[in-house]
């Protein structure tokens, strides 16, 4: 999968838990994948999401075979 969503949790602290809404964002330039990780990390200025690795089936007749992914994706939710 290439889906990438960002929940605003700020209406907990008024007890509003109906307004809480996923908000669909821009996928990471690369591959779709499956199996990676995915991590938040100060990265010296502000707090990101990394998306690591991962691995993505290539079709190949008759059988699909499995690629491993060595990318890493950042997403700065302050650009």
Not at 21 to 49: S, Y
Request: hydrophobic share 35%; charged share 20%; net charge positive.
């Amino acid at each position: 999968m290439k889906n990438f969503w960002r929940l605003d949790l700020s209406p907990l602290a008024e007890g509003k838990i109906a307004k809480l809404v996923w908000e669909k964002l821009t996928p990471w330039p690369g591959p779709e994948r499956a199996f990676n990780i995915t991590v938040a990390q100060h990265n010296g200025q502000t707090e990101c999401v990394y998306v690591i690795s991962g691995c993505r089936l290539h079709d190949q007749n008759p059988t699909p075979e499995r690629r491993f992914l060595t990318d890493v994706y950042q997403f700065n939710p302050a650009l």
